[in-house]
Nanobody, 123 residues
C-alpha cells in the first residue's frame, strides 16, 4: 500500500508559478508510474501530466504543455509538478496518483491517490 501526500498548493496571481510535490510512504514508489490530475468545482477530474517509473517518459495534457513540467526524485520518494505561467483556468484541486503498472491519462487505472492540494490562480 502506497500512501501519497501532496503539498505546495496555494494562491498565486495569473502568470505566477507554483511547484507541487507528491511524496510517497514507500520506497517501491520508484517503481510506480505517477500522474497528476485536477478537478475544478462542477467539473470532472482531468489528466494533467504523468511520468513513467524512473522518469523514462512524460506525458502532458495539451492545456498545460509548455507550461507545466513533471519530474521525479526517487531518492526522496517524490514526484514534482512545476507549474509556470499559471492561468485562472488552472484553478482546481490537484491530485497525484500512482500505480505499479500504469502511467497514462486514465485516472481509473491508478490504484493509489493522495488527498489533493488546492491551487487557486487569481486574475
Amino acid at each position: 500500500q502506497v500512501q501519497l501526500v501532496e503539498s505546495g498548493g496555494g494562491l498565486v496571481q495569473a502568470g505566477g508559478s507554483l511547484r507541487l510535490a507528491c511524496t510517497a510512504s514507500e520506497r517501491t514508489f520508484s517503481n510506480c508510474g505517477t500522474g497528476w490530475f485536477r478537478q475544478a468545482p462542477g467539473k470532472e477530474r482531468e489528466f494533467v501530466a504523468a511520468i513513467t517509473w524512473r522518469g523514462g517518459s512524460t506525458y502532458y495534457a495539451d492545456s498545460v504543455k509548455g507550461r507545466f513540467t513533471i519530474s521525479r526524485d526517487d531518492a526522496k520518494n517524490t514526484v514534482y509538478l512545476q507549474m509556470n505561467s499559471l492561468k485562472p483556468e488552472d484553478t482546481a484541486v490537484y491530485y497525484c496518483a500512482a500505480d505499479g503498472v500504469y502511467s497514462g491519462r486514465d485516472f481509473a487505472e491508478y490504484d493509489y491517490w493522495g488527498q489533493g492540494t488546492q491551487v487557486t490562480v487569481s486574475t
